[in-house]
């Protein structure tokens, strides 16, 4: 029914910069909040970014001041920009999405999209 799907991820040297987006379709009726997540290898998945309906936004502390999430609530997508990238940010990128479809609010993931950074 609803399906997101991510682009973006690639390999980039450190210092350098990436733009991840993530698009919801199907049966959508709203979206609350848009997030993005990582996991790096032999990691547990965490929150990076999230982004609220009402345009409040919260980043960890290991991105804050490097990463922008954004949203086009038109389009249903969020992005997320990635600027001064480290080693450290080598990880999958996960986006998720509560989105009301039917008559209840569902949580949603996008397939992950890789992203390394090399020194």
């Known amino acids: 029914q609803v399906q997101l799907v991510e682009s973006g991820g690639g390999m980039v040297q450190a210092g350098g910069s990436l733009r991840l987006s993530c698009a919801a379709s199907?049966?959508?009726?709203?979206?609350?909040?848009m997030g993005w997540y990582r996991q790096a290898p032999g990691k547990q998945r965490e929150l990076i970014a999230i982004?609220?309906?009402?345009?409040?936004?919260n980043y960890a502390d290991s991105v804050k001041g490097r990463f922008t999430i954004s949203r086009d609530n038109a389009k249903n997508t969020v992005f997320l920009q990635m600027n001064s990238l480290k080693p450290e940010d080598t990880a999958v990128y996960y986006c998720?999405?509560?989105?009301?479809?039917?008559?209840?609010?569902?949580?949603?993931w996008g397939q992950g999209t890789e992203v390394t950074v090399s020194a």
């Open positions: 998720k999405m509560t989105i009301l479809n039917s008559l209840k609010w569902n949580a949603y």
């Open positions: 199907g049966t959508i009726f709203s979206i609350n909040t």
């Open positions: 982004i609220t309906s009402g345009g409040n936004i």
